[in-house]
Antibody, heavy 119, light 106 residues
Framework: QVQLKETGPGLVQPTQTLSITCTVSGFSLTSYYMQWVRQTPGKGLEWMGFIRSGGSTEYNSEFKSRLSISRDTSKNQVFLKMNSLKTEDTGVYYC?????????????WGQGVMVTVSS | EIVLTQSPTTMAASPGEKVTITCRASSSVSYMHWYQQKPGASPKPWIYDTSKLASGVPNRFSGSGSGTSYSLTISSMETEDTATYYCQQWSSNSLTFGSGTKLEIK
């Protein structure tokens, strides 16, 4: 069955870089867009960006200058890297799969990884 | 960027009561998706393309709307419907969520 799981550091210092891995099973990354969404106390749910089935990316302009999304299809993994972290980046980070029913509908989500930005 | 404004922010309904949650877009959009999120869990797709129920969603739920105004309706509130509901849209290469409506049981 379809599964997504995020792994990453629980704590990151301000100005440092956040790296999160989303490991998927039950489907191929070359057939689906994969999205990143975060949920913060200050802004709620925020779309961060996606990587297309073909490997190209699209980012929310809010994060564009400091966000990178990539993947390793051989390992069924999608990666999020965001630099210059601030305390406001504290929140839960989710990877999600785009539904085959409709682009931009997220049909499967990971459990999320809690990230705290603090010194 | 299209801003989605949900109302109310919080509400409580009695079992059997009809519930309506509204989502207003700052510009016209073609469709709206809705998600349900319970505490400690990830959001789940609930209603997509404005009015289609996601797999497993009870038919007491319905969605409607067009342009800048969309709504999610529960015909008869049940305890298990307690959750936060978010609307979401995608247009012009920008995807946004509403700020959520927390629905509680009275």
């Amino acid at each position: 069955q379809v599964q997504l799981k995020e792994t990453g550091p629980g704590l990151v210092q301000p100005t440092q870089t956040l790296s999160i891995t989303c490991t998927v099973s039950g489907f191929s990354l070359t057939s689906y867009y994969m999205q990143w969404v975060r949920q913060t106390p200050g802004k709620g749910l925020e779309w961060m960006g996606f990587i297309r089935s073909g490997g190209s990316t699209e980012y929310n302009s809010e994060f564009k200058s400091r966000l990178s999304i990539s993947r390793d299809t051989s390992k069924n993994q999608v990666f999020l890297k965001m630099n210059s972290l601030k305390t406001e980046d504290t929140g839960v980070y989710y990877c999600a799969r785009d539904s085959p029913l409709r682009r931009s509908l997220f049909d499967y989500w990971g459990q999320g990884v809690m990230v705290t930005v603090s010194s | 960027e299209i801003v989605l404004t949900q109302s109310p922010t919080t509400m409580a309904a009695s079992p059997g009561e009809k519930v309506t949650i509204t989502c207003r877009a700052s510009s016209s959009v073609s469709y709206m998706h809705w998600y349900q999120q319970k505490p400690g869990a990830s959001p789940k797709p609930w209603i997509y393309d404005t009015s289609k129920l996601a797999s497993g969603v009870p038919n007491r739920f319905s969605g409607s709307g067009s342009g800048t105004s969309y709504s999610l309706t529960i015909s008869s509130m049940e305890t298990e419907d307690t959750a936060t509901y978010y609307c979401q849209q995608w247009s012009s290469n920008s995807l946004t969520f509403g700020s959520g409506t927390k629905l509680e049981i009275k």
